[in-house]
């Protein structure tokens, strides 16, 4: 009995087709991230919550710039790896000075416990897509889909330290541990921006 082979145009449009449904559900995701967590960011004063509402804007971006690439060709590759380093460095830029004033002022964070529900549903979803991500440009051999998939990684681990900077003020007080959160994001997202704009992704490294 043979076994019918798929010619390779077959796989990569299909290949192609899975991109775009990853980028189209990144758009939305984190565009419904961004309302809830800068909404409750600002009613909260919390500047790490605003700072990951942000993210999920850049990430959105981030999102319609593969998207892009995939409707555009292989030609485009190069552009949309530049634009996404550029949207982690305004980021880091925004991250920075919030954080650095939000400290010098002492500008005191509510609790947010809808806050904290958020970083523990993206802390579970977010792994999940960069992986799937990740399969994707590594078979498209895409550099601009790793460094999108590296910036949804960025986004988890963003989860994981709102997570922590939140849960502390809301059960110990710890107004600055809000702040001195979103400090910790930034010289993770000022690597991956710098790596995107020089061309570089995480594959250059053997990573996975």
């Known amino acids: 009995m043979s076994v019918e082979v798929l010619p390779q145009t077959v796989i990569r449009a299909a290949d192609v087709r899975r991109g775009r449904r990853l980028e189209y559900f990144t758009i939305g995701w984190n565009s419904l991230e961004a309302v809830v967590a800068i909404s409750f960011g600002i009613v909260a004063g919390s500047v790490a919550l605003i700072g990951f509402g942000v993210d999920s804007v850049i990430e959105s971006s981030s999102g319609a710039i593969i998207l892009w690439r995939l409707l555009a060709g292989e030609e485009k590759e190069r552009v ?95 107004w600055w541990a809000d702040p001195i959160a979103a400090l910790v994001m930034i ?22």
């Open 80 to 174: 949309a790896l530049r634009l996404v380093g550029i949207s982690l460095l305004l980021l880091a830029a925004y991250v920075a000075f919030d954080a650095v004033k939000s400290l010098i002022f002492q500008e005191r964070p509510d609790s947010s416990y809808a806050g904290i529900v958020l970083a523990v549903v993206s802390l579970i979803v977010m792994p999940i897509l960069a992986r799937e991500k990740r399969r994707v440009a590594a078979r498209l051999n895409s550099r601009a889909m790793q460094a999108d998939s590296r910036q949804t990684d960025i986004c988890a681990y963003l989860s994981a330290i709102l997570l922590g900077g939140l849960a502390l003020n809301a059960l110990v007080g710890w």
């Open 187 to 208: 010289p993770i997202i000022v690597k991956e921006g710098a790596e995107a704009l020089q061309g570089k992704t995480c594959c250059d490294d053997g990573c996975h």
